[in-house]
């Protein structure tokens, strides 16, 4: 059937910032949508806050909207634009919410909009768990047997009838608390009574176990005339019990008989047709007892999700794209495979390869936080891996995650050593089974250990429920360890003694350079300067959706060792840009934004551009970003294979964050052309003694600072300097490790932690500038020319990471000499260091005087907000001057001061961390932003807030309890609040000083002294807003708890005095004003050609 | 063990073999299938070829007698990348290896199978040998042309059931099958539909098959042997019109060879569980079973009064799927594989509803 002509204009809902859960993969199922629609001439309006995302480049819709993704604004732009048609499938679960909602609330019935890719009723069927139920029986499909008891005696009688082990659920209580496993009949009975009396409405979903099942997904397609496809298979190498956002997971399914495969593709033909997706794809996730092969489904996502993503990446399929066009009426048979340019999207993929996808995790950046994993998504990213066998993938894709692994352990990084483990101690076995049986993130490791301590294959499967296929293979690898081991030379400068048929099958089984070195007590160069003597070098295999049935016209690549090499390198010239690696905090979406305008600007000027990248979520790896896609880890083997391949002229290191700009010397040493910015300068930037130098000869301020290798010598510059220090290890991205210490004490306890992060870098110490404002200079210069993109102002003061802060461009309290002094001192340096592409300058400034805190060489995370804050596209623009053009001839040599206010707000994963701290500091703990564009600050402000899932009050009660040194401009932030009609409750102490100035306010006493206290009040939803700053470097107790309140019961707060003022400010828009809709294209309109 | 598969065009591919000697030639093919390798090893349409796996991991699930589509290995040897070492289903009863080992297949692993693959893709599928003993190319090459020369006959023979077999359900609509190499999940099919299903040798006359009375024909799928069909075709040939006749895969070539349609065979075959076809009337479709590599010509096929083509291939606008209600004759090239657990094709019921409702 052709496309509907009966609709013209379609509005598309995007995901909203980066949060866990839902990751940068709807950016990508977003543009690859609004192309598709652009493609059949529809008039395409895109809504979505975060304006790191490629989706909101203001080329990808007709109009663009960087708004707060609420139904109130929603329906504003719906009133505005008046679309015919909502595609919400491509924005996760929030645009499927948010369409949701606006169908509930009769708004796209009063203004005629259709919701096209999943219809109401669909959407309903699967989101709704009773309807599901009621429709999953209709079709004869199972569902965990489960029933609702209100007493004790209807908990037995449901429990006792399901069978043991069950899972216990009170209702309506946050983040499933309360929860927990019964295995016999007294546990039952005590988890009842507890579990009604946790429950506020003494509610308790008992639930058969489905614990250590076999997870299995499927990726399933369907048109309006019924045509149904599968794309893939998965499964979860993690049972049942670990999410599957947080499962290492296989494509396609590795354990399934033909028969059971079939059971599945028809199980889930029967469902798509249930729920009724008439136009679009779905996930959905089966649970199979491996014992008998019984089934039962989990979920249903009637739209784009994580996992379709994956499945798109890992066959070729462009899921998203096909999914846009069968929502706007085509059948399979009528789109194009784009990756064959032969065949139709009706078929289905096949692959000759293992994908192997495994997460990223980043409890290190929330040390109270349990490491463990269960039913609640913790990966704040992912990497995927191609290999001809599951080990390679494997291990390819351990070294893919950017956590300095090189593949399945011995690299030199283990935590546990051989030695222990041939010792093998009772503590070491048990620490062993504990974290086999327990799943974190760790596990695959403890895995390795345990096999190496002799545990056998059965055991390992019996204590973590995973498939004894999955653990032989990684006991082959162990196996091929010991075979390696046996060659091991004695000093590490002897020759290479290992026997080619061994190298080769090591390497064929995902072996690393590095690793191979570390066993064989030699070097990586050695090993890699054998493997090409002998000819054992890596080759390229095709991503073709076909196995090799079919000539591939745009296919991508991944490296194996096998005999023959299917790469097709061109003659053209052409450029590598390497991308970030798997997202993780403090290197994220915003990274992969400036590579894909890197390939974007490459194609402009008629080079070839050359992408490589692990990250399945992505922009930069979907198939027509780039002219070729290498899907490869970003280690200096797998890069270095490529370069050898393709020769290209240069390589872009600066776009991609710090992983390739840590590979930069490396690669430079290698004889790599790496464009843009001398390595000389990096390494100036970098250097912090050669950085002083250039400071020093320039004039310009640095807060006093050294650097020592250990406690005695961070002492000795402490004194020197004077407290409070900030410490911090050298050559890391996101702060991590990064400490403020206001004494001796916590001072050694930080040094600690940060030479560890360290390694062989001095611990870097500088004087910490309490109270300063912190600023952000992103510029760009071509060697002559540097122009300043934009200068942004912290909203909090000094001492949150830059990641984390809030920023308004432009400023909004400097005066005009700081920012005099700013502008010249970056020229300055910019010309000093001959900076051709990007930089970023962190400034402070406190008396009126700037400090330069940091200087990077290289794309930052702000570039994307920058660009679209002044409307010029910064990376594109970068990209161009990194192949010699100049920024004269590219019509951008004046710095761009908007009439409008944008302010960038961060997203924090704080309720996915149970009794973490939300307080903010140096190290960066967020892990996605949002913008707030409007033509005054307090009204970008307020939609920055909304945007971030504040739910800003308009009445009510606000709670306030400040430090001391906060206590004097707590002061107005609390009078105007009165003003507004608030009440203001507070603890004692700022009680006092409000009470002072003659401000109304009810005395709270202390969550130990009497009741109710503010948790009670908390709890009744009494509290609209709190205002907490912490009270000095040891928190007290109540701050924690009410802190981890606010995020049990999601109540809006700040942890800064200077966000109390803005958020003021915020609310008295809120207030006075309705907020209004502008597109982004209406912002910038006289800045177009 | 080292082994060798030498190409009819004298390209090379090592591997690996483990117990048997020995050499084995055939037309070497290839599948794209991801799971099912018990069921394409075991199907008798694949009897003499040497087949290639495109999906490296094989094994994985183990083997179990259920999973048989006949009881016989009838491959001349299988190609694939690696071989489980362990397997893992709780349905699986014995290892990959203990299979192919107890059904005596020379089996050649550790080939770098998608290399293979595009070669075969390019070039077109061609005779190949595996051998563990001579690795000479000039000596297995001659080997390959003397084998071209004398090629042996009496497949189906081989394959075909020896006498008549009684299946089903015994004083129900009776249905009488040609068998040509058919598959045990073609019989679970019908049986679930509640028939009684009379199998014939495959050179079963015309008479012999009127004889037992049947609503209607089944000519099973099974080694596309023209030479052969074609003498099956002039057995049944007597039959048109007369009964109701459904032709699966290589029955359906036996159907066009009595109609006097063309047949042409494809560079490299349909082989794969991923397959499009399309009605020329209608927006669905269906993802097909496929394993052939012969196709009727279109041009030819139309010239015949009454035969309509109902599918197409979507990839190559071949034809799939023929009928005539004049003739009473449906043709299906593709496998109707049963779509999940005890259902039945749809081309079943469509053949059912030919017999009418006696």
Redesign the interface.
């Known amino acids: 059937?052709p496309r509907r002509k009966d609709i013209k204009k379609v509005l598309m809902i995007g995901s909203g910032p980066i949060v866990i859960g839902q990751a940068c993969e709807f950016d990508y199922s977003g543009s690859q949508a609004c192309k598709a629609l652009r493609e059949e001439g529809y008039f395409t309006i895109l809504i979505n806050s975060n304006p790191a995302t490629i989706m909101t480049d203001p080329g990808m819709a007709d109009v663009t909207y960087i708004e707060p993704l609420t139904v109130e604004m929603v329906t504003k732009i719906i009133a505005k634009e008046r679309p015919d048609a909502i595609l919400a499938t491509l924005g996760g679960q929030t645009g499927l919410n948010l369409a949701f909602f606006l169908m509930k609330r009769g708004i796209l019935k009063k203004y005629g909009v259709e919701s096209i890719g999943a219809s109401v009723s669909a959407i309903s069927c699967a989101e709704d768990r009773e309807l599901f139920k009621k429709a999953m029986q209709e079709i004869r499909v199972d569902v965990p047997k489960s029933g609702i008891a209100t007493s004790l005696e209807e908990g037995m009688k449901i429990g006792l009838s399901i069978g043991f082990p069950l899972i216990l659920r009170p209702a309506y209580t946050l983040g499933g608390s309360g929860g927990s496993i019964a295995y016999n009949r007294e546990e039952l009975e005590k988890f009842l009574v507890k579990g009604l009396e946790t429950s506020p409405v003494h509610q308790i979903l008992v639930e058969q176990s489905i614990l250590g099942w076999k997870e299995i997904e499927f990726e399933v397609m369907r048109?309006a005339?019924?045509?149904?496809?599968m794309i893939t298979s998965m499964e979860n190498v993690d049972p049942m019990g670990v999410h599957t956002g947080d499962s290492i997971v296989v494509a396609?399914?590795?354990?399934?008989?033909?028969?059971?495969?079939?059971?599945f593709?028809?199980?889930s033909?029967r469902i798509i047709r249930r729920i009724g997706v008439t136009g679009g794809g779905a996930n959905i996730q089966f649970a199979q007892n491996?014992?008998?092969?019984n089934i039962v489904i989990i979920e249903v996502n009637p739209r784009l999700s994580r996992s379709s993503a994956l499945a798109s990446k890992a066959t070729g399929f462009p899921i998203a794209r096909v999914a846009t066009k069968l929502a706007v009426g085509y059948?399979?048979?009528e789109v194009m495979n784009q990756i064959t340019g032969?065949?139709?999207s009706?078929?289905?993929?096949?692959?000759?390869?293992?994908v192997f996808k495994i997460c990223r995790f980043t409890f290190e950046k929330f040390p109270c936080a349990q490491r463990v994993l269960n039913t609640s998504m913790k990966a704040v990213g992912e990497a995927m891996s191609i290999g001809?066998?599951?080990k390679e993938a494997f291990q390819k894709g351990i070294r893919s995650m950017e956590i300095s692994r090189f593949g399945f352990g011995c690299d030199g990084k283990d935590k546990v050593t051989d030695e222990e483990l041939k010792k093998s101690s009772n503590g070491l076995i048990k620490l062993i089974r504990d974290k086999i049986r327990v799943p974190n993130d760790e596990r695959i490791f403890y895995i390795r250990y345990a096999l190496k301590a002799g545990l056998s294959v059965e055991e390992i499967c019996s204590l973590s429920n995973i498939?004894?296929?999955f653990v032989?293979n990684m006991k082959?690898l162990v196996e091929i360890e010991g075979e390696v081991f046996k060659c091991r030379n004695n000093k590490s400068d002897e020759e290479i003694k290992l026997p080619l048929g061994l190298l080769r099958k090591a390497k064929e089984n995902g072996f690393s350079d590095r690793q191979l070195a570390f066993i064989l007590n030699s070097k990586e160069g050695k090993v890699r300067d054998l493997r090409k003597k002998q000819n054992i070098k890596a080759v390229y295999?095709l991503v073709d959706t076909?196995?090799?049935?079919?000539?591939a016209k745009q296919p991508y690549y991944y490296s194996t060792y096998?005999?023959?090499d299917?790469a097709r390198p061109s003659k053209n010239k052409k450029v590598i840009i390497l991308g970030g690696g798997p997202n993780r905090i403090g290197q994220g979406i915003e990274f992969d934004y400036c590579c894909c305008h890197a390939a974007y600007a490459l194609k402009e000027e008629g080079i070839d551009s050359i992408m490589v990248n692990c990250n399945p979520e992505t922009v930069s790896t979907d198939y027509d970003t780039s002219d070729r896609l290498y899907f490869e880890p970003l280690t200096f083997e797998d890069i270095m294979n490529i370069i050898e391949l393709e020769k290209p002229f240069g390589v872009i290191v600066q776009f991609g964050g710090q992983t390739p700009l840590n590979l930069a010397v490396s690669l430079l040493k290698a004889g790599v052309n790496i464009l843009g910015t001398s390595a000389e300068s990096i390494d100036i930037a970098e250097d912090r003694k050669r950085f002083k130098h250039m400071l020093h000869k320039l004039g310009l301020l640095q807060p006093d600072n050294g650097t020592a290798f250990n406690f005695e010598e961070a002492k000795e510059v402490a004194k020197k300097i004077g407290y409070p220090v900030l410490v911090r290890p050298s050559y890391v991205l996101g702060g991590r490790a990064m400490e403020i210490a206001y004494d001796e004490e916590a001072l050694e306890k930080f040094i600690k932690d940060a030479a560890e992060v360290s390694g062989e870098h001095p611990v870097l110490i500088d004087k910490f500038l309490e109270d300063a404002i912190e600023v952000d200079v992103d510029l760009i210069g071509d060697g002559e020319t540097f122009v300043i993109g934009g200068i942004l102002e912290h909203i909090e003061y000094a001492g949150v990471h830059s990641g984390d802060a809030a920023m308004s461009l432009p400023t909004y309290t400097l005066s005009e000499d700081s920012l005099h002094k700013i502008r010249k001192a970056t020229y300055e340096m910019a010309n000093e260091l001959s900076l051709v592409g990007l930089m970023n300058i962190q400034y402070a400034v406190k008396d009126d005087k700037v400090y330069v805190l940091e200087v990077n060489p290289r794309a930052s995370r702000t570039i994307p907000f920058v660009s679209k804050a002044i409307g010029v596209p910064l990376a594109e623009i970068a990209t161009k001057v990194l192949l010699g053009k100049n920024l004269k001839d590219l019509g951008f040599t004046k710095e761009i001061i908007p009439k409008h206010v944008s302010i960038k707000e961060s997203v924090f994963p704080f309720n996915r961390f149970p009794g973490v701290d939300v307080i903010l500091g140096p190290e960066m703990k967020s892990t996605g932003e949002v913008m707030g564009i409007d033509k005054d600050f307090g009204r970008a402000y307020i939609k920055s807030q909304l945007a971030a899932g504040q739910k800003l009050p308009r009445k009510g009660n606000i709670f306030i309890s400040v430090r001391d040194r906060d206590k004097r401009q707590v002061i107005f932030v609390a009078k105007k609040l009165v003003d507004l009609g608030f009440n203001i409750y507070a603890s004692t102490g700022t009680a006092q000083a409000l009470d002072k100035s003659g401000i109304k306010v009810k005395v709270l006493p202390k969550i130990a002294e009497g009741r109710p206290n503010i948790l009670d009040l908390m709890k009744d939803g009494k509290v609209q807003l709190v205002i907490n700053t912490p009270s000095g470097r040891i928190p007290r107790q109540d701050e924690i708890k009410i802190r981890s309140h606010v995020i049990l019961y999601n109540i809006p707060y700040t942890t800064s005095i200077s966000a109390a003022q803005a958020t003021v400010s915020g609310i008295e828009v809120l207030l006075k004003n309705d907020l209004e809709v502008k597109s982004l294209q209406a912002y910038h309109k006289k800045r177009k050609k | 063990m080292k082994a060798i598969l030498m190409l009819e065009d004298g390209k090379s591919f090592l591997g690996e073999t483990e117990g048997l000697k020995g050499e084995r030639i055939g037309e070497v093919i290839m599948n794209t299938v991801v799971v099912g390798y018990q069921e394409m090893i075991t199907d008798p349409a694949n009897a003499d070829k040497i087949l290639v796996l495109t999906y490296p991991l094989i094994g994985n699930y183990g083997c179990s007698p259920k999973f048989n589509e006949s009881d016989n290995i009838w491959l001349a040897g299988l190609v694939i990348k690696e071989k489980s070492r362990i397997f893992s289903n709780w349905q699986a009863k014995e290892s990959f290896d203990d299979f192919v080992k107890r059904h005596n297949l020379l089996s050649l692993y550790a080939v770098d199978t998608r290399t293979l693959a595009v070669h075969l893709r390019q070039k077109g599928s061609m005779l190949g040998i595996i051998s563990t003993n001579c690795f000479e190319a000039k000596e297995l090459l001659a080997k390959i042309k003397d084998f071209s020369k004398n090629k042996p006959l009496g497949l189906l023979a081989k394959i075909s059931t020896e006498k008549k077999k009684q299946l089903g359900l015994p004083g129900k609509k009776k249905i009488a099958i040609l068998d040509l190499g058919i598959t045990n999940s073609i019989i679970r099919q019908l049986e679930s539909l509640g028939l009684s299903l009379t199998i014939l040798p495959f050179n079963t006359t015309a008479e012999d098959i009127l004889r037992i009375k049947p609503k209607g024909l089944i000519i099973s799928g099974g080694p596309e042997e023209i030479t052969e069909l074609e003498k099956v075709a002039e057995n049944i040939r007597p039959l048109i019109g007369k009964v109701p006749i459904l032709g699966i895969s290589s029955g359906n070539l036996v159907l066009a060879i009595v109609l006097g349609v063309k047949l042409n065979k494809l560079k490299t075959g349909h082989r794969g569980v991923n397959y499009p076809v399309q009605s020329p009337c209608s927006f669905k479709g269906e993802i097909t079973v496929q394993n052939h590599a012969y196709v009727l010509d279109p041009g030819s096929l139309l010239k015949i009064k009454g035969l309509k083509i109902t599918s197409y291939n979507l990839n190559d606008r071949t034809v799939e799927e023929i009928e005539s209600r004049k003739l009473k004759i449906l043709g299906v090239q593709y496998a109707p594989s049963s779509p999940g657990f005890n259902e039945v094709h749809n081309v079943f019921n469509r053949f059912m509803k030919m017999l009418g409702r006696n």
């Open positions: 059937m048109d005339s019924d045509n149904v496809i396609p399914a590795q354990t399934l008989t033909a028969e059971e495969y079939n059971n593709v028809n199980l033909k491996p014992k008998n092969g059948t399979l048979p032969k065949t139709t009706f078929f289905e993929p096949t692959v000759d390869y293992c001809r066998n599951f498939d004894r296929w032989d082959e295999k076909c196995a090799g049935e079919v000539a096998e005999t023959a299917e």
